[in-house]
């Protein structure tokens, strides 16, 4: 994953403080808050040859790739369906590698999003959600990344597509375009269009990018994307920042919270999720089970 990416040189000199929550989400939280949380980690790949005698056994074949990463996550950032549009049996081939309470998240294609700017799509959404609809009970929340260059003046397009989504579509939209957080007018209208529209809001921690930390929520919900940087030693103070943020919110009453570990290099995602996970537990009160390494 490139977003973001700024020289290994420049990492010591950016300031990786979260910043305080937006008004909006205490606001959120309050109005909606819940008893217990359910949280779910995971990559945006399970394709990586590179974790063979790492978190896959020696010798495992491409084919029982995603069988194993399954025994480690519960969830999959899907980036799969953003680059080529997903069919029927493709879909129910993952889906009978994976146990009942794992999720996909898929990302819509990039047809719609980047080449159709989410404009005259319906013909490529109804394929789009055939295809998806048979992950059934595996089906997590729909992943829309707008074109980059879409910003406050895409506001009603965004908008009419969102409101055209089915009901039983859980949705959570990224934002790229800087106008998004340079402008609170255009940022308060659209978390108001996302609030309505029971739209999800996603954070994505990149190095180069520290804008898109808003730190806002549209719903009791959260989506995560965290980009470290090859192990560097602010992925760990980054980390256990996260894990305090999630606890607070945790302690207000979030619903979910789906946490995707992303690296430059996606070589080293195993390695932060195993340090996460114990410290999630520890400080969370979570049970997660902890990824078991072969060696």
């Not at 977003?3 to 300031?15: C, N």
């Not at 305080?20 to 808050?33: A, M, S, W």
């Amino acid at each position: 994953m490139d977003f973001g990416k700024v020289d290994s040189a420049e990492l010591d000199k950016i300031d990786f403080t979260l910043p305080p929550d937006h008004p909006g989400t205490i606001q959120v939280l309050k109005k909606y808050k819940a008893k217990s949380t359910e949280v779910y980690i995971g990559c945006a790949k399970w394709g990586r040859p590179d974790w063979v005698g790492k978190i896959y056994p020696p010798k495992t074949k491409q084919a029982d790739f995603l069988n194993h990463y399954a025994k480690h996550f519960n969830c999959i950032e899907l980036n799969a369906t953003f680059y080529r549009m997903p069919t029927k049996s493709q879909i129910k081939t993952w889906k009978d590698k994976v146990g009942p309470d794992f999720k996909f998240c898929p990302k819509f294609v990039d047809q719609i999003t980047h080449i159709k700017r989410l404009k005259d799509t319906k013909e490529l959404v109804d394929r789009f959600l055939e295809a998806i609809y048979e992950f059934r009970e595996n089906l997590g929340p729909l992943f829309l990344m707008p074109h980059p260059q879409m910003g406050p003046k895409s506001l009603e397009v965004q908008q009419a597509f969102i409101e055209s989504m089915p009901k039983d579509i859980q949705l959570f939209a990224e934002q790229r375009h800087k106008d998004w957080y340079g402008k609170s007018e255009a940022f308060d209208s659209l978390f108001a269009m996302m609030e309505k529209s029971k739209t999800g809001s996603i954070i994505t921690d990149a190095s180069g990018r520290r804008d898109c930390v808003h730190m806002r929520l549209s719903t009791p919900e959260v989506f995560i994307r965290f980009v470290g940087n090859g192990l560097h030693p602010t992925d760990y103070t980054r980390i256990d920042n996260w894990i305090q943020r999630m606890k607070s919110w945790m302690e207000q009453g979030i619903h979910k919270i789906y946490f995707f570990m992303h690296q430059h290099e996606e070589l080293h995602s195993p390695e932060l999720c195993r340090y996460m996970i114990p410290e999630i537990n520890k400080h969370c009160g979570t049970a997660i089970p902890e990824i078991k390494f072969v060696a």
